[in-house]
T-cell receptor, first 112, second 114 residues
Framework: DSGVTQTPKHLITATGQRVTLRCSPRSGDLSVYWYQQSLDQGLQFLIQYYNGEERAKGNILERFSAQQFPDLHSELNLSSLELGDSALYFC???????????FGPGTRLTVL | AQSVTQPDIHITVSEGASLELRCNYS??????LFWYVQSPGQGLQLLLK??????LVQGIKGFEAEFKRSQSSFNLRKPSVHWSDAAEYFCAVGLSGGYNKLIFGAGTRLAVHP
């Protein structure tokens, strides 16, 4: 158990809908990262927040957005969902902006 | 562009046999290299990392990896595989000075025969 929690574990929704994935980092970690793991794209870095501020951006679609709240938990919002958004979404956290990342168990999103 | 290549999608070994998983990277600067393992239904766990210094790094669970700059490789090894090592293994390179932006390879799925 890495200490990173993600909810929900599974999410099934329809195309065009919007969902929110939640991540609670390890106690004391200030940085949160989001990754997408899909069969065709593999594991891709989406975005990083550090202490509430966006720190680094990867291949995140405009339909996706994220934020980190004052209590340091983070949410990833996915809107106008398409079939291709079906994937496993991982959250990771680290103490600082450039430290070892600890991964959560992931949220499996299925878009029908 | 930065990239990580894991040439072997699937590898099957017998329990007790030695293991080597290949990883090649493409990155202009000094790379920060990692190996992660993902067991079914689990998140990723860091096995080992290389930043600088000794090119042979030791990790958890009896794994080690060797950084070879001339070959742009960071291969993972284990002298004797256990059935519990069956999992998917990912090599990654860290950009922007270290950890914060990881580029992952496609992964190698390891099966272990009894």
């Amino acid at each position: 158990d890495s200490g990173v929690t993600q909810t929900p574990k599974h999410l099934i929704t329809a195309t065009g809908q919007r969902v929110t994935l939640r991540c609670s980092p390890r106690s004391g970690d200030l940085s949160v990262y989001w990754y997408q793991q899909s069969l065709d794209q593999g594991l891709q870095f989406l975005i990083q927040y550090y202490n509430g501020e966006e720190r680094a951006k990867g291949n995140i679609l405009e339909r996706f957005s994220a934020q980190q709240f004052p209590d340091l938990h983070s949410e990833l919002n996915l809107s106008s969902l398409e079939l291709g958004d079906s994937a496993l979404y991982f959250c990771a956290s680290s103490v600082g902006a450039y430290n070892e990342q600890f991964f959560g168990p992931g949220t499996r999103l299925t878009v029908l | 562009a930065q990239s990580v290549t894991q040439p072997d999608i699937h590898i099957t070994v017998s329990e007790g046999a030695s293991l080597e998983l290949r990883c090649n990277y493409s990155y202009g600067a000094t790379p920060y290299l990692f190996w992660y393992v993902q067991s079914p239904g689990q998140g990723l766990q860091l096995l080992l990392k290389y930043f600088s210094g000794d090119t042979l790094v030791q990790g958890i669970k009896g794994f080690e990896a060797e950084f070879k700059r001339s070959q742009s490789s960071f291969n993972l090894r284990k002298p004797s595989v256990h059935w519990s090592d069956a999992a998917e293994y990912f090599c990654a390179v860290g950009l922007s000075g270290g950890y914060n932006k990881l580029i992952f390879g496609a992964g190698t799925r390891l099966a272990v025969h009894p």
